[in-house]
């Protein structure tokens, strides 16, 4: 498709369960950026790839979270352990890595739900 | 990146134009206003983005002040379909490195 593509929409589950988020970005984008956002918050950063190295992940709040993107193109967000306080939406963007605007596209977000 | 500063809500009505200001004190010379808004359940999209010249696309005009200290965004004839939360955001461009979002102003459109 044309825009940046995120599964599942919606996903329950419990304390302690193990989450895999995934998001397709637009053909061709190589910077790729994972957000999360609770409610009423503006979003939040949390890492951005560009390519497959994670270039900056200073927003990850603690190692129970991993975001992988081995082939430069899917990426996967990977939460151990979840806690209720994860509960938020997942949004991911990407963007062409070029000089002057950078414009990031987002998804419609993943909306996670740990009960 | 610099912090931003906007009023959290306005309200405006339909067909009238939507005028939102974002102080931006501690700008830098390298960095760039964006604006993003982000509708109910949905994920943020671009608006517009300028340096220090006046700029205008299709969904909106953005005016910066000479100081570059402020600017506002201008949806010229608002529309129920405006309403949304709208983030003014800069950044250094030329890279590719993170936006950082506050909490935006929340703009009613009402009839």
């Known amino acids: 498709g044309a825009g940046v593509s995120q599964t599942p929409s919606n996903k329950v589950t419990e304390k302690g369960k193990y989450v895999e988020l995934r998001c397709d970005p637009i053909s061709g984008h190589t910077a790729l950026y994972w957000y999360r956002q609770s409610l009423g918050q503006g979003p939040e950063f949390l890492i951005y790839?560009?390519?497959?190295?994670?270039?900056?992940d200073s927003g990850l709040p603690n190692d129970r979270f991993f975001a992988v993107r081995p082939e430069g193109s899917v990426s996967t967000l990977k939460i151990q352990r979840t806690e209720r306080g994860d509960s938020a939406v997942y949004l991911c963007?990407?963007?062409?890595?070029?000089?002057?605007?950078?414009?990031?596209?987002f998804g419609a977000g993943s909306r996670l739900t740990v009960l | 990146d610099a912090k931003t500063t906007q009023p959290p809500s306005m309200d405006c009505a339909e067909g009238r134009a939507a005028n939102l200001p974002c102080n931006h004190s501690t700008i830098s010379g390298n960095e760039y206003v964006y604006w993003y808004r982000q509708i109910h359940s949905q994920g943020p999209q671009y608006i517009i983005h300028?340096?220090?010249n006046n700029e205008t696309n299709e969904m909106a005009s953005l005016i910066i002040t000479e100081d570059r200290k402020s600017s506002t965004l201008i949806l010229p004839h608002a529309t129920l379909r405006d309403t949304a939360v709208y983030y003014c955001i800069v950044r250094v461009d030329g890279t590719a490195s993170k936006l950082t979002f506050g909490t935006g102003t929340r703009l009613q459109v009402t009839l």
């Open positions: 963007a990407s963007s062409l890595r070029r000089s002057g605007a950078n414009v990031l596209t």
């Open positions: 790839f560009q390519g497959t190295g994670a270039a900056d």
């Open positions: 300028g340096l220090k």
